[in-house]
C-alpha cells in the first residue's frame, strides 16, 4: 500500500537526481541484456562508460563530490 508507494517515490527521486544520461544508459543495457542476452549488454558496456566517463556531467559529479554539494547535471 503506501509504504510501497512511499519506498518507490523515493527510489524514483534518487534516480531522477543521478546525471540523465548515466540513467538512460543504464536502462538501455539492461533491455539490451534482457532481448540480446547479458553477453550483448557487457559488450556494450565499456564503449558507452567511456564516453559517459568524458562527458560534462561526469566532470560535474566529481566537482560536487569533492566540494560536498549535489550535482546539477546538464545532460550533456
Known amino acids: 500500500g503506501d509504504v510501497y508507494k512511499r519506498q518507490a517515490l523515493a527510489i524514483a527521486q534518487?534516480?531522477?537526481?543521478?546525471a540523465p544520461r548515466?540513467?538512460?544508459a543504464t536502462r538501455l543495457n539492461v533491455?539490451?541484456?534482457i532481448e540480446q542476452g547479458q553477453?550483448?549488454?557487457v559488450a556494450d558496456f565499456i564503449p558507452v562508460q567511456k564516453q559517459l566517463a568524458n562527458s560534462e556531467?561526469?566532470?560535474?559529479g566529481?566537482?560536487?563530490f569533492v566540494e560536498r554539494r549535489p550535482a546539477q547535471f546538464s545532460g550533456r
Open 57 to 60: 556531467d561526469a566532470a560535474e
Open 14 to 18: 534518487r534516480i531522477a537526481a543521478q
Open 62 to 64: 566529481v566537482r560536487a
Open 22 to 24: 548515466a540513467v538512460v
Open 39 to 41: 553477453a550483448a549488454a
Open 31 to 33: 533491455l539490451k541484456a
